[in-house]
């Protein structure tokens, strides 16, 4: 596990950027707004929780407290007995009958924490990178569902409507590259806290720093330079437009896992560790088709490039070594009974900047669910719908097993 010092500034609540509707108490509403529209604070500031932290630490949160109340006090540390001590019994703390907290908004508030960035402004059609930490109204210690600050990886999304990752969409939306965001959902805004790993009917804070945004339609290089290698199976589609992937009658079975790069693109090259975006497409040699990104309409997919082992041979750990703007073709023998050979085309189409502050811990490797294995899964299918994992899921990669 890694340590809980990681990447990001974090900043007091002091300077707040207030966005629309900040001044006053108005009636709170349970709906979202839609998607492309810049959400803001509807309730008094000093009903909001404050964030603080130095560079490189967790964020810590503060709630509102009501009149009159004090924090409760925090979990004294457990120490290990001495040797030949018992090991004393937990001491019981019983649990507060009300909460010395204000009751959180009924509705979603979305604000600048210190400075606003100064990149461009996210819009609805955009795919970003961020930093992200959340928790349960009302507890300290963050969920780690989808935690940035104890994996490696920045969390990259595309801007949908659907489900728990539509309501982060509306967070982000009209906010500028660069800056931290504070946002408090309610739970009738599609269960995020759930989706985050928390308890129904709760209310979830989020903290989101916006890293970079790339547009949807964003492909790779059209001019990548062909190699002229392409032996095997049939890749249909121009160089920086969708693809597919076909197996001709009577092309042989491959009986090891091959990477052949069709064109080479003039980025920087993806290594072990990497997270990066890419399209791809993929056939088995019966035939059928096994999954497209291009058929999402979502925009590139975010992986984090796994290195193989003889445990399981990962499609996406062939992105090593090969340069951003790249087209390559990786095909994999069958597994015994369990799936039939494949092959899959992969475009290289940019690489995601690393979050500050490094980590002391190998990076997490996550690569989608419809993601291609030779030991452990079948070829991909169709991506599926975000929120069916514990963490709010975009196109981007989930754990493999």
């Known amino acids: 596990m890694r340590s809980k010092s990681k990447v990001m500034t974090a900043m007091a609540l002091g300077g707040l950027l207030a966005l629309a509707g900040c001044s006053g108490q108005t009636t709170p509403t349970a709906s979202a707004p839609t998607l492309g529209e810049k959400t803001g604070v509807s309730v008094n500031l000093e009903d909001l929780p404050t964030v603080t932290g130095e560079p490189g630490e967790t964020p810590q949160i503060a709630y509102p407290l009501l009149p009159g109340a004090t924090s409760p006090a925090p979990s004294p540390t457990e120490t290990a007995p001495a040797d030949g001590e018992e090991t004393p019994e937990p001491e019981t703390s019983p649990t507060p009958e009300v909460s010395p907290y204000v009751d959180p908004p009924s509705s979603l508030q979305v604000l600048v924490v210190g400075e606003e960035g100064t990149g461009e402004e996210v819009t609805a059609e955009d795919l970003v990178s961020t930093s992200f930490i959340s928790w349960t109204w009302g507890q300290t210690d963050p969920l780690y569902s989808l935690n940035t600050y104890f994996t490696a990886d920045p969390f990259v999304f595309s801007l949908q409507t659907d489900a728990a990752l539509g309501v982060l969409s509306r967070v982000v939306v009209g906010q500028k590259i660069g800056s931290r965001l504070m946002a408090v959902v309610p739970p009738a805004l599609g269960e995020l806290n759930t989706a985050l790993g928390g308890e129904a009917g709760t209310t979830t804070v989020l903290v989101i720093d916006l890293m970079e945004k790339w547009p949807q339609s964003l492909q790779a290089q059209a001019d990548a330079v062909p190699t002229g290698v392409n032996t095997g199976p049939q890749i249909n589609g121009q160089l920086g437009q969708e693809a597919s992937v076909s197996v001709p009658g009577g092309v042989t079975a491959p009986e090891e896992f091959t990477v052949q790069v069709i064109a080479e693109g003039s980025g920087p090259e993806a290594a072990v560790g990497d997270t990066v975006l890419i399209h791809y497409a993929g056939a088995d040699w019966t035939g059928a088709e096994a999954g497209s990104s291009w058929q999402t309409d979502k925009g590139p997919v975010a992986v984090t490039v796994p290195d193989n082992t003889q445990e399981q041979i990962t499609v996406f750990a062939a992105i090593a070594g090969v ?68 963490a709010p899921e975009d196109q981007s990669p989930s754990p493999s097993p």
Do not use: F, H
């Open 323 to 390: 340069k951003v703007g790249s087209r390559i073709l990786v095909t994999m023998p069958s597994k015994e009974q369990a799936y039939p050979a494949g092959a899959v085309v992969i475009d290289v189409v940019a690489l995601v900047a690393a979050l500050p502050g490094g980590t002391d811990t190998p990076p997490l490797v996550v690569v989608p669910d419809d993601e291609p294995t030779v030991d452990d899964q079948a070829t991909p299918t169709d991506q599926p719908t975000p929120t069916d994992q514990a």
